[in-house]
């Protein structure tokens, strides 16, 4: 084993290649029990001395929370974990669903009260360095600890074959990333053909997920292709389904995979992460009204998790997901008042001052403080980006100012394109200029912090919002030119059209951070110079990316009838109106 470099790895806690850590899958065993939860046993091992090792192991967030409830996952995991303890066993098989569910922090709690029962007990030790993978400056310690600890176990001998085949191949996506873990994990399934962890994780590692034109790449169609096989084996399981739906989650068009999203949902109806995850695609599919109604229950379980447990905010980013997510579906649905009022509650909300650097934190910082200013920014009325520069804060601009976060770079970017937009607004194109180029400055400098992104953890939401921010300054080049000397004006297309092509689906089930597709801006572009037909095409070509969405079906409605096409115009109205009453 090479026990240095993988502690180095922890150590800087980068990730594999820029890709993201896979999710956990494990052995399929048929069965139904009824979705409840239940509390464990109240018991502790108070009469047993704390292992030092195994305390190392263990994030402090944890440690503060206590031993976690046991929720009953119909068809989950039960699988036999290497221990003599069924209290051990019971938390182990607890802690791979939850990462089945990507919902790392309460797997993490699961491993540790594991941990605690039997400090030998292998898997359990392999569950903590999965659920510690995403680089954390809070956890790094013990992510650190926990991977050496893991060797140490494997040094020694502990765990069946399987279970040491699953040790040894994350050692190997850790050593060498995604690919060496999916031949590793290839192989383990070859010398356990019964096994359906080591399928889904070869499925999971492979994947490569979609070109520039949105067509599945080759290792995602095979991916797929593993995951379908297990789900025609193991109908009524949640693993494989939800693995399936993960990998599909950044899809262009999301409806033939809807159904099953809600079959997910129907295996374990209280599982905040399941109702999330549909709330996603009823998005991506149109269904705004069902989007909010899932991710308000979402953020309703996250919330009575929290209650339940006496946990803030700083361990459940989760909650801050979905309500922000629930937010935006508000907005596309046309509840445009709503959503600002709901997003505009959220600023308030803080995690305890020695929580700065936790997952919640982030959350916080990156999706939350810019949320009422992005909403106005979608609305584009008249004094909105004025109105929406008020809702940021000011020491932002240009800074680096939160020593826990790096989400100030996004919140001073979008100060530097809403004061652009206040000024084109303005008539005042000279100085609009002047701040667009402090935002293109701006991204230059915000570039230059994509490691230190990857050490804290902030990759994911970095390059979203990084790519946003091209997004945006493209976007505005083509209102400035518009705005300008009308020989300059047929320049805008190409920045227009520049802006909404690389606009492409937000990964990990994030709501999109620009809340207005692009191509509505193309649209109006058209209606500028009197081409309602191209304005038309236009508007379709944004439905595509955001379906239903309430501004852009206005503005088609807008373009049917300029075009003189007085029967697609009474259509658009009828969705238009039903939306509306949903």
């Known amino acids: 084993m090479n026990k240095r470099l993988i502690t180095a790895w922890i150590c800087t806690c980068a990730f594999i ?33 704390l292992d030092p090792a195994v305390e190392m192991s263990i994030p402090p967030s944890v440690k503060a929370l206590g031993e976690p409830r046991m929720f009953n996952f119909p068809n989950g995991v039960l699988i036999a974990v290497t221990s003599s303890s069924e209290r051990v066993q019971a938390h182990v098989n607890q802690g791979l669903n939850h990462l089945h569910g990507g919902w790392d922090f309460e797997a993490s709690r699961h491993f540790a009260a594991a941990m605690r029962e039997d400090p030998e007990c292998l898997l359990a030790q392999w569950g903590m360095v999965m659920s510690l993978l995403t680089p954390s400056v809070e956890n790094g310690s013990a992510s650190t600890a926990a991977a050496s600890r893991l060797l140490d176990l494997l040094d020694k001998g502990n765990g069946t074959p399987l279970e040491r085949g699953y040790g040894y191949a994350l050692v190997k996506y850790i050593q060498k990333g995604p690919t060496a873990g999916a031949d590793a994990f290839r192989k383990v399934s070859a010398e356990f053909p ?14 490569s997920g979609y070109d520039e034109f949105g067509s599945a790449t080759p290792e995602q169609i095979d991916s797929e292709k593993i995951l379908l096989d297990l789900i025609e084996k193991y109908p009524t399981s949640s693993l494989p389904l939800h693995a399936l739906l993960s990998i599909r ?4 068009d999301l409806s033939p995979s809807l159904e099953l999203a809600r079959k997910l949902c129907n295996m374990s109806p209280a599982y905040p992460p399941y109702l999330h995850l549909l709330g996603h695609y009823e998005w991506r599919c149109g269904h705004h009204a069902l989007a909010v109604e899932s991710f308000s229950q979402a953020a309703f379980a996250y919330q009575s998790w929290m209650a339940e447990n006496k946990a803030t905010v700083a361990d459940c980013p989760g909650w801050v997901r979905s ?21 505009l509650a959220l600023l308030p909300i803080s995690v305890p001052p020695e929580r700065l650097n936790s997952p919640g934190n982030q959350a916080l910082q990156w999706d939350v403080k810019t949320l009422p200013a992005r909403l106005l920014l979608n609305q584009g009325g008249p004094g909105d980006a004025e109105k929406a520069l008020k809702t940021l804060p000011a020491t932002a601009v240009g800074k680096n100012a939160n020593a826990a976060s790096l989400a100030d770079w996004w919140t001073g970017g979008v100060i530097f394109a809403l004061d652009t937009l206040r000024l084109i607004e303005g008539g005042d194109l000279e100085q609009a200029q002047a701040v667009l180029a402090a935002l293109s400055h701006h991204g230059d400098e915000m570039a230059k912090t994509r490691k230190a992104a990857s050490l804290t ?36 297309y190409n920045w227009f059209a520049s802006a909404a092509e690389r606009q492409i689906p937000d990964g990990m089930m994030f709501p999109p951070v620009i809340l207005t597709p692009i191509y509505r801006h193309v649209a109006e572009f058209y209606l500028s110079v009197d081409n309602p037909a191209e304005a038309v095409e236009s508007y379709q070509r944004a439905l595509s990316a955001f379906p239903n969405d309430m501004q852009t079906l206005v503005g088609l409605k807008d373009a049917y009838e ?6 697609e115009a009474e259509k658009v109205a009828k969705q238009i109106e039903a939306l509306r009453a949903s």
Do not use: C, M
């Not at 019964?194 to 994947?207: G, H, K, P, V, Y």
């Not at 989650?249 to 262009?252: G, H, L, S, Y």
């Open 323 to 343: 309500e922000t997510y629930r937010i935006v579906a508000l907005a596309s649905k046309g509840d445009a008042t709503a959503a600002y009022t709901a997003a």
């Open 249 to 252: 989650a950044e899809a262009p």
């Open 457 to 492: 953890g902030e990759f994911s939401p970095w390059n979203r919002s990084f790519r946003a921010l091209s997004i945006l300054a493209s976007d505005l080049r083509a209102r400035l030119a518009l705005a300008g000397p009308k020989e300059r004006r047929g320049t805008a």
């Open 194 to 207: 019964n096994d359906a962890q080591s399928r889904i994780f070869t499925a999971l590692f492979s994947r």
């Open 562 to 567: 300029k075009a003189k096409l007085p029967v």
């Open 17 to 49: 290649s820029g890709q993201q850590a896979p999710e956990v899958k494990t052995k399929i065993v048929q069965g139904s029990t009824k979705v409840e939860v239940t509390p464990v046993e109240d018991q502790t091992r108070s009469h047993l001395p």
